[in-house]
């Protein structure tokens, strides 16, 4: 008899609809029978963290000590895989002159191999494929999503998978808001770290009604590429993909 497949989620996601996010994961994950997944909201319990065969993550300024972002560093060194969603890589803090990143936590940053720095408002973009080859999105066309266009910084070797193009100014509340460099922009990328890897997906905004406060005290209800059957089907590679099925 086989052993079961031992997923952790951390979902926990600062003006985004957690909820939401999480029960969509979920169900993804319940459609192989084969994976027991734990549920948290914190990376506080390393135990069960390191227990796990690969960990997945939907997050937004949630700012791991430096000991768990150690751990999830070995974690993922010492041959596991870790699937990090939208604002993992976002710490957020507010200044005089708007929203930024500070950068700190570097041990993290440099595990996920990027930083979150800004995004211009919500909207419609193409993604491309980067490397038709991986097996990740071999066989995957150039598609539409409407989603928030993440600007970050990166760390140590990035592979990009999916990509956009954004120059420009725009007005979104973040101080970093000037990007005149037509250059790609990564949508995804894997990053090895010792002996595993970490595989980075930008795209996953959603918001409920409630999420944006204090900012905001009401606000759209957004799913965003939630509702992309080509992001859903992404999804599901990236779970194989974890398994080291694919």
Not at 75 to 98: C, D, M, P, Q, Y
Not at 187 to 212: F, I, Q, R, S
């Amino acid at each position: 008899m086989s052993d079961p497949i031992r997923a952790y989620l951390v979902a926990n996601a600062r003006y985004h609809d957690t909820d939401f996010a999480r029960l969509e994961l979920l169900k993804l994950l319940a459609e192989d029978p084969e994976v027991r997944t734990g549920v948290a909201d914190s990376f506080g319990d390393l135990d069960s963290i390191a227990g796990s065969d690969f960990l997945i993550t939907y997050t937004c300024d949630l700012r791991p000590s430096e000991r768990e972002a150690e751990a999830l560093r070995d974690f993922v060194a010492s041959g596991k895989r870790w699937i990090a969603l939208h604002g993992t890589n976002a710490i957020l803090e507010i200044g005089s002159k708007g929203m930024y990143c500070p950068r700190d936590h570097v041990t993290f940053m440099e595990t996920l191999g990027s930083r979150f720095i800004a995004h211009p408002p919500l909207q419609p973009y193409t993604v491309t494929i980067a490397d038709p080859e991986h097996p990740l999105v071999r066989g995957m066309a150039s598609f539409e999503v409407s989603d928030e266009l993440y600007l970050c910084e990166y760390y140590g070797e990035v592979k990009p998978l999916l990509e956009t193009r954004f120059t420009g100014t725009f007005q979104s509340g973040y101080v970093e808001n000037e990007w005149p460099e037509d250059e790609p922009r990564l949508v995804a990328y894997t990053h090895p770290v010792g002996e595993g890897e970490v595989l980075y997906l930008t795209l996953g905004h959603c918001c409920g009604k409630y999420d944006m406060r204090p900012i905001q005290k009401v606000a759209e209800v957004v799913r965003g590429s939630w509702e992309s059957p080509v992001v859903l089907d992404l999804l599901r590679r990236a779970l194989r993909w974890a398994k080291k099925a694919l």
